[in-house]
């Protein structure tokens, strides 16, 4: 049974910065893609961030684009996302998501198999 587990969110002023962490439990890790989301208040769960294992390319939504990077630690089955500049509109509860192929094959949740609990972030103004 694979398990993700997201840590690292809280509440930080716009401006300032988090690292999100999504450690896997159970299966390998390695060989998978793995994906960030997000859902804030009354919206639709939305892509934010996604990175290959094979190849080790990152993708990014235009809203994040520039100020998030994911990255994964193979040996610590862990992958990262770090968000720099962070606005308001920010606020949300971040998922991290095992992808089903080595490389990212879109930004759906349906490309993804398995999620974790989600972590809190709130951005003040």
């Known amino acids: 049974q694979v398990q993700l587990v997201e840590s690292g969110g809280g509440l930080v002023q716009a401006g300032g910065s988090l690292r999100l962490s999504c450690a896997q439990s159970g299966r390998t890790f390695s060989r998978y893609a793995m994906g960030w989301f997000r859902q804030a208040p009354g919206k639709e769960r939305e892509f934010v961030a996604a990175i290959s294992w094979s190849d080790g390319n990152t993708y990014y939504a235009d809203s994040v684009k520039g100020r998030f990077t994911t990255s994964r630690d193979n040996a610590k089955n862990t992958v990262y996302l770090q968000m720099n500049s962070l606005k308001p509109e920010d606020t949300a509860v971040y998922y991290c998501?095992?992808?089903?192929?080595?490389?990212?094959?879109?930004?759906?949740?349906?490309?993804?198999?398995?999620w974790g609990q989600g972590t809190q972030v709130t951005v003040s103004s």
């Open positions: 998501a095992r992808g089903k192929f080595m490389v990212v094959t879109g930004t759906s949740e349906r490309e993804y198999d398995y």
